[in-house]
Every structure is written in structure tokens, then in C-alpha cells.
């Protein structure tokens, strides 16, 4: 039984990119390139290979992608919007089995969410790059991130840490799927260390289907619980406002329309956050996290790190 052993790697000096490249050098299976621009002065993790790329130049762009076995696509906010679609095209032409494309989070599989959320439209455009193209795709959904959706502000999990404020979508009980960087790391890990083909369980189960994982199931209220274990804090100590799920995503879409980055998160994470269970996939579908063994993970150690982060002025924009 084949193993998969080249795996390529499109922004591997991002935070996500960077917990896979290191998950799969961490276990020793592997050879992890990373593509990178042309003087790009990102780090990267100890133990990748190097290739620089001209990502407007597509034959060069295909070039590099000869005799890789996987590819895992993760890209800037800010990248060309056809970016994806070209990159995707050209992994085809190279013979690349497999491309986990960019779009990492909610339920693919929920018609609700395709339909209704921005997110949704982004997944069908990203979908739409594999039309006519010789490759699979295995999507990874594992949730919002939860170092980044929690250390940014009020667009995304409702929270400012700095100002010791949060806003409740609802009544801030909804529980939803989220996962960790590192979740997300060890998840392809453990997939690329199963066969690629033959019995189950293999890479070839998820061949065109999403692979489902979570790090934790938590509502905003439980978050809020996890930065007073870890700050010392009790809600008199925070600001805390209520605003309607659907009043919210309304709000957003308007600041979306005009022209208003930050509204793409507004509407995003409160459409996920409806209480109808949308946001969670898990008792839906179940995960893969037991037959890929990744462990349970510990919520406030997992604040403790968000907390760092915003004390350190982390951004990613």
C-alpha cells in the first residue's frame, strides 16, 4: 500500500500553513515543500524545502508542481481573486492526485450555509475551480479558528479582549465546531500517514468529500468562562451587549456592500452562529478525530495562547 510522500504547501510561513508543514515533517513520512514568491521574506518551518515561484506565471507555476502528490492551498485575504482558480489549474496539468483547497470552516455539506452565507459563495467559487480540472479535492472543514477568530475583534467571535468587552450573538449559548491551528496541523498529518488507497481507513476515503474535525464545541459563554479562568476576571469586569443573529448578518451585508472588508466577518460568523445548529457540524456528520487519533484538547490552554497573542499585538492583516 502507497503512501503519499511529496506533499506541496502554498503559504507554509502562514499560521495554518505553518502547523502543517510542521505536523507532517513532525512525522517523518513526508518531503514538505513550500512555495513560496520570489523574495519572500516569510519563516519557515525548520526542515521544508524551498521552491520559489512566479505565481503570474502559469507554465512556471506547473513546472514546480511536477511530482507532488498533494497540495494544500492556503492564501491571503488579500490574494488575487483568481489566484486559487490558477493555481488549481495548474496542479491538474503537474498530475497532482490531490488538492485541499482554500477554504477552511464551515459545513460544506449544509445547503443553508452554502446558500445563505458569504462563506457559502466563497466555497462554491472555490468548488467551481475544480470543474474540467484532473485533480481531487479533500476540504478540510474544521470550524472558525479559534486562536484567530478569538484574538481579532468584534467582527468575529463578538470579543475585544483589550477593552474587556464582548458581544453576545443572541444569548451567547449557541455552541458551534471550532478547532486550533495545531488541530488542523495534526489532522493532515494523521490523514497523509494513511495509504493513499486499498482498505479503510485510507486518503482515498475523503477522495472529493470534506474531512470533518473540531478542536472543541463551545458557545461565546463558554468562551467568556475560559478568559475569566485565565485572566483572573468575573463579568462585572466586562462589558457585555446583547444583538440578534439575524439583525447582525444583516448588518454585516450592508457594510460588505459598501465596500467594508470587516463585514464579510460581521454577516459570516453570525450566520454560523444561528441558533439552529447550523455551526455544528459535528452532531450532524460526527468528526474523524478519534480514527485519526488527535487528541482532546484543553479550552483554556488554548485561551491562554489567544491571550499572548493580543498582548503581543498579533495581527494578520
Known amino acids: 500500500m502507497a503512501y503519499i510522500e511529496k506533499v506541496a504547501i502554498i503559504g507554509a510561513g502562514g499560521r495554518v500553513g505553518g502547523a502543517f508543514a510542521k505536523e507532517l515533517l513532525r512525522s517523518g513520512k513526508h518531503t514538505v515543500t513550500a512555495m513560496t514568491r520570489k523574495g519572500s521574506k516569510s519563516v519557515l518551518p525548520e526542515g521544508v524545502q524551498v521552491a520559489e515561484v512566479d505565481y503570474d506565471d502559469n507554465s512556471a507555476l506547473t513546472s514546480t508542481l511536477k511530482g507532488q502528490q498533494f497540495l494544500i492551498i492556503t492564501l491571503s485575504v488579500t490574494a488575487p481573486g483568481d489566484l486559487h482558480g490558477r493555481i488549481v489549474k495548474a496542479a491538474g496539468e503537474a498530475g497532482v492526485p490531490y488538492v485541499m483547497p482554500n477554504m477552511y470552516g464551515s459545513d460544506i455539506q449544509n445547503p443553508a450555509i452554502m446558500n445563505e452565507s458569504l462563506n457559502g459563495k466563497m466555497y462554491k467559487e472555490r468548488f467551481a475551480d475544480f470543474e474540467g480540472v484532473d485533480t481531487s479535492w479533500v476540504a478540510l472543514v474544521c470550524g472558525f479558528w479559534y486562536e484567530w477568530s478569538l484574538a481579532l475583534k468584534k467582527p468575529f467571535f463578538g470579543f475585544d479582549i483589550e477593552d474587556r468587552s464582548v458581544t453576545f450573538y443572541d444569548d ?111 452532531s450532524k456528520w460526527g468528526t474523524s478525530n478519534e480514527l485519526l487519533g488527535l487528541p482532546k484538547e484543553d479550552l483554556d490552554e488554548a485561551t491562554k495562547r489567544v491571550v499572548k497573542m493580543v498582548e503581543n499585538g498579533w495581527s494578520p492583516f
Open 172 to 282: 451567547g449559548k449557541t455552541r458551534i465546531d471550532v478547532s486550533t491551528w495545531d488541530q488542523c496541523g495534526r489532522a493532515i498529518a494523521a490523514l497523509l500517514s494513511l495509504p493513499e488507497s486499498g482498505a479503510s481507513p485510507c486518503v482515498a476515503d475523503w477522495k472529493n468529500k470534506p474531512l470533518y474535525i473540531n478542536s472543541f464545541k463551545v458557545s461565546q459563554r463558554d468562551m467568556l468562562d475560559s478568559l475569566h479562568r485565565v485572566l483572573g476576571t468575573t463579568d462585572e469586569n466586562w462589558t457585555i451587549d446583547f444583538e440578534p443573529t439575524d439583525q447582525r448578518v444583516k448588518r454585516g451585508l450592508e457594510d460588505w456592500k459598501k465596500g467594508n472588508r470587516l463585514g464579510f466577518a460581521t454577516a459570516s460568523y453570525a450566520r454560523v452562529m444561528y441558533p439552529n445548529g447550523d455551526g455544528d457540524f459535528g
